[in-house]
């Protein structure tokens, strides 16, 4: 009987460079990601045009786009493909193999905080997973990648949106981020009240939904005088005394930047969680990584 070889291809490599391609929204980056030539991806698109007599893909100078029918057959490409993975997935574990790939959706604190740590110990145990990080700016848009299957697991912040199941991680406190020569440098907190009074950096994403919820529940009307939708921005103009904001705790972690970082008067927090769309029909990749994150956690 012939050994099974997890690595052997199963006849959808044509989807797999197309949805690489759509990724991307190159052939080129796609064929580098893939470890193809660029005429092999091409080709391989070109013959699912053929075979289906549809055109797939808008070439134009900037890259490539979706046609509409290369739109509305994407969600069963989708689905194809991560059928085959996990059915490969699960006939390794039937041969005692540890072989996959975990694609995760994360946001900017996590990608640099925990996510290296949490990935190096996790191959440690299973040296032959291959992850594939898809970043994003707000919780709503990894929701919507873990319904429509681009990944398989998401940070977010709970509670979650519909039709997804979660398992909650750790509380991370919100706190305010002033100059390093503010007046309240020394003090023990910064009261509500203050952003009412001095210019207010808001974090124009999903915290700007929890800062909205916080000022709201404190009664409190910002004095907002920019919005910006990077974090690293919001501290980098603080801390050139542009003005005052609020952050959680995790972004601020070796900042490079001279700011001071004080507690909220009253404390506020935001909940971090991992989702799925369903706990019960996750990958066996996935199931191992689910409870790692949980124990890695606990550890650091």
């Known amino acids: 009987m012939k050994k099974w070889n997890g690595d052997e291809e199963m006849g959808i490599s044509k989807y797999q460079a197309f949805l690489k391609t759509v990724e991307l929204g190159s052939i080129t980056r796609a064929a580098e990601e893939l470890g193809y030539t660029q005429s092999a991806v091409s080709r391989m698109i ?13 070439r134009g100078r900037g890259g490539v786009v979706l046609s509409p029918a290369g739109a509305e057959l994407l969600p069963d490409i989708r689905t194809v493909c991560n059928a085959q993975r996990e059915l490969t997935e699960r006939i390794g574990a039937l041969h005692g193999l540890t072989r996959g790939t975990i694609r995760i959706g994360t946001i900017t604190s996590i990608s640099v905080h925990w996510l290296p740590g949490i990935m ?3 191959l440690e145990q299973y040296p032959g997973i291959r992850f594939e990080l898809l970043g994003g700016v707000e919780y709503a848009e990894i929701e919507d990648w873990i319904r429509k299957g681009r990944v398989d697991c998401g940070f977010v912040g709970l509670p979650a949106g519909r039709e997804l199941e979660t398992i909650s991680l750790r509380r991370d406190r919100l706190v305010a981020v002033l100059p390093k020569r503010h007046p ?4 023990g ?10 210019p207010f950096i808001r974090p124009e994403d999903d915290k700007d939904k929890e800062v909205a919820g916080i000022f709201e529940r404190a009664g409190v009307r910002p004095n907002v005088e920019y919005a910006v939708n990077d974090d690293y921005a919001v501290i980098a103009m603080v801390a ?3 003005g005052i904001s609020i952050l959680p705790e995790l972004v601020l972690r070796r900042t490079p930047y001279e700011v001071v970082v004080k507690p909220l008067d009253p404390p506020q927090f935001r909940e971090l969680g991992l989702a799925v769309r369903s706990l019960r029909e996750v990958s066996p990749v996935t199931a191992r990584f689910l409870p790692h994150v949980q124990a890695w956690l606990k550890e650091n």
Not at 189 to 198: K, L, T, V
């Open 184 to 187: 309240l440098a020394e003090a």
């Open 189 to 198: 907190s910064c009261p509500m009240e203050r952003f009412a009074q001095e």
């Open 46 to 58: 070109a013959d699912l045009e053929t075979e289906w007599a549809v055109s797939l893909l808008v």
């Open 240 to 242: 050139s005394g542009l």
């Open 120 to 122: 190096k110990s996790f």
